[in-house]
């Protein structure tokens, strides 16, 4: 019976949820179903020994939570429960960790190097418009070219959950872009790929990390540097550039504000070091008539 509801579900799902969303929520699911040996489980308990077997680190159990969570939903609405028995489940306490950002001149040392390697041009485009409107690399993967308007500079992007929103990007951006239309890009097979490889097919999030990777390396920067990063560096500068919270949150596509003000810490930081190497009375004091700190005291 339940292996029959978590297909029904999945289903549901496939038109409303990413791909990676329904693949990772079946893995979930089975596992549940496979705990449970095909009867659907409606007591908070027994769910909890199912997170305790699979849920073996916080983020672990976290993610097969909130799978839980969104498959009873969905098994109350269409009227298989009267009751949702994870409502009783707590989820587990997770440290957040503050996302790395590059500082503006590794960004620039990323973005202004010379174009290098088999598709140069692509490969400056595809940075520049991750950088410039924070988009994921499944976002970036996915834009085709009726997508940009070039005089307007905006890109219509498809983010989590198929949702739209539109973002910007500068004269940079715009550059490269064209140039990379101009000179460079293969006519796509099939579809209106903006970005694509030399048989002209779309490309594919790993060959975003690769460009990434790749770009970093040759710039000196953190080896740990990936699409990731240049997406959380667009918040970070947003925010120390005087951008209001609220608008980050929409150009990043957030559903949550609360999502968004991770990247406050970040400024905070940055604030606090500027004033603090700054600000003469931050600084310790001189002795009278000497620019070396009175250290006697």
């Known amino acids: 019976m339940v292996d029959e509801l978590v297909q029904q579900y999945l289903d549901y799902l496939r038109a409303r949820r990413s791909p990676n969303t329904v693949h990772s ?14 009867t659907l489980i409606e007591s908070p308990e027994r769910l909890r020994g199912y997170l305790r077997k699979y849920g073996t680190t916080p983020v672990t159990r976290a993610r097969k939570l909130c799978a839980l969570r969104a498959f009873y939903k969905y098994l109350k609405q269409i009227g298989k429960i009267a009751s949702d028995p994870t409502e009783l489940l707590e989820a587990p306490f997770q440290r957040k960790r503050l996302p790395k950002a590059l500082t503006q001149g590794q960004a620039n040392a990323l973005l202004d190097q010379p174009p290098k390697g088999k598709t140069p041009l692509r490969d400056q485009a595809l940075l520049e418009l991750m950088y410039a409107a924070g988009l994921r690399a499944s976002e970036v993967v996915g834009v ?5 308007d070039f005089k307007e500079m905006t890109v219509s992007v498809r983010g989590k959950g198929n949702k739209q929103r ?23 097979a099939e579809g209106d790929a903006l970005f694509t490889n030399g048989k002209g097919g ?7 990390q690769n460009v990434v990777k790749r770009w970093a390396l040759r710039a000196g920067l953190p ?3 990936s699409p990731h ?6 918040a970070t500068h947003m925010l120390d550039g005087g951008a209001d919270l609220k608008t980050v949150q929409q150009l990043l596509g957030h559903e949550s504000l609360g999502t968004t003000q991770i990247y406050t810490h ?6 606090r070091q500027a004033v603090s190497e700054s600000h003469p009375r931050s600084r310790p004091p001189t002795r009278p008539g000497s620019t070396e700190p009175d250290r006697a005291g």
């Open 266 to 271: 970040i400024s905070i930081d940055r604030l």
């Open 223 to 225: 080896p740990e540097t």
């Open 202 to 208: 779309r490309i594919i999030t790993r060959t975003v």
């Open 144 to 148: 085709n070219v009726r997508d940009i």
């Open 166 to 188: 539109v973002a910007m990007f500068g004269e940079h951006c715009l550059r490269a872009l064209e140039r990379y239309m101009a000179e460079e890009r293969t006519a796509p």
């Open 25 to 38: 929520y079946g893995t979930d699911l089975a596992q549940l179903a496979a705990f449970s040996e095909g």
């Open 229 to 234: 990063t240049l997406r959380h560096s667009f």
